[in-house]
C-alpha cells in the first residue's frame, strides 16, 4: 500500500470530513455578504493538514466541502469546493517545516504556519474561487472578487487564531524530542 495513504491516513480523511461539515454547519457565522460566511472548519482542516500532510489536507477540503454544500444546500458549488481543497494542501505541503510531532510549537512555527495559511487562503480566496465562479457558473466579476476577498480574509484570520490555538494545544501533548530520559 502506497505510505501517503496509510490506514490512519484514510481514517483521518474521514474524520475530517465529517467534522469539516459539522463545522461547517453549526461553527459558521454570516458576514453579512451573500453566501460568505466566517468559517471554524478551516482552523480544523489546517490542523489536520498539518498532522497528516497534502493529500489528507486536499481530499477533507475537497470531500468535506462537497458533502457539507450536498447536504445542506442541495448540490456543491465547486469553484469553493476546488478552494478549500487547494488551502489543505498548500498547508500540507508544509507541515514537513512545522514540527509539531515533536512537541514544538513556538514563535518560529507559528509565524511559519501563518505565513503559509495566508498564502494558501489569499491564493484560494483572492484568486481561485472567484475565477472559478467566472469561469464555471459565470457569476458577476464584481460579485465574486467581494465574496472571495470577504471569505478570504475571514478564513486567514480564524485559522490565525483558532488554527494556531489548536497546533499549539495540540503540540503540547506531544513529549519534546529528548525530553523522556530512561531509569536506571
Known sequence: MNSNLSIKTIVA????AAVFIILGRFGSIPTGVPN????????FLALMAVLYGPLAGLL????????????FYGSPWFSW???????????????????????????????QFNLIQVLANALAWFVVAPALDILIYSEPVNKVFVQ???????NIVTVAILGT????????TRPKQGSLTKDM
Open 148 to 154: 472571495g476577498v470577504v471569505a478570504g480574509v475571514a
Open 165 to 172: 490555538i489548536l497546533l499549539t494545544v495540540y503540540a503540547k
Open 13 to 16: 480523511i474521514g474524520i475530517g
Open 81 to 111: 469546493v476546488i478552494a478549500s481543497a487547494i488551502v489543505g494542501l498548500i498547508i500540507g505541503l508544509a507541515s514537513k517545516k512545522i514540527n509539531i510531532q515533536n512537541g514544538e510549537f513556538g514563535n518560529k512555527g507559528m509565524i
Open 36 to 43: 460568505t460566511n466566517v468559517e471554524t472548519a478551516y482552523a
Open 60 to 71: 477533507i477540503g475537497l470531500i468535506g466541502h462537497t458533502l457539507k454544500d450536498a447536504i
